[in-house]
């Protein structure tokens, strides 16, 4: 599996938002992840070398954070489908359903959010809301310019 294709959210000016590869359903997942699981995943190079920062902070300030709700992704790409794990701080883990390898950290602008879930409601017939806290966090994230990390 070639992990170099990574969504990125700064360094190449180019949003998770506008990456090349559109999302073309969503769903949501039953399956139950712990934020020790997501510490604990294998990171790729990457992560390591490139967002070192990204992750301090996410892992840091997600201690006392919790899941909200998990999402698996279909982006039509070669790497396979994705898990998109929101915590209730409007930070975003992406993992590959495949390998389980975390790809990429997002702090998440409110319109990253509203796409999930809209895309979700729209692809599986689901009637899923954002909690409006979930959103707050998110514009903490936009105001702060986290997702520039």
């Known amino acids: 599996m070639n992990l170099k294709r990574m969504i990125s959210t ?3 000016n180019m949003s ?7 999302i073309i359903w969503v769903k949501e ?11 604990n995943l294998v990171q790729t190079i990457h992560l390591e070398d490139e967002r070192k920062t990204r992750i301090d902070m996410s892992f840091s300030e997600s201690n006392n954070a919790r899941i909200e709700r998990v999402f698996l992704v279909e982006k039509g790409h070669r790497d396979g489908l994705e898990i998109h794990i929101v915590l209730n701080d409007a930070t975003i883990f992406i993992i590959n359903n495949d390998s389980r390898k975390l790809i990429t950290i997002l702090f998440a602008r409110p319109e990253q959010i509203e796409r999930l ?5 729209e692809t599986s017939n689901t009637n899923l809301k954002p909690p409006k806290k ?9 105001e702060k310019g986290r997702n520039n990390l």
Do not use: H, W
């Not at 997942?29 to 510490?39: A, Y």
């Open 10 to 12: 700064g360094t190449d």
């Open 134 to 142: 979930l959103l707050a966090k998110a514009r903490i994230n936009k």
């Open 16 to 22: 998770y938002e506008e990456s090349n590869e559109p």
């Open 117 to 121: 879930y809209r895309i979700c409601n």
């Open 29 to 39: 997942m039953s399956e139950v992840f712990t934020i020790e699981q997501i510490k």
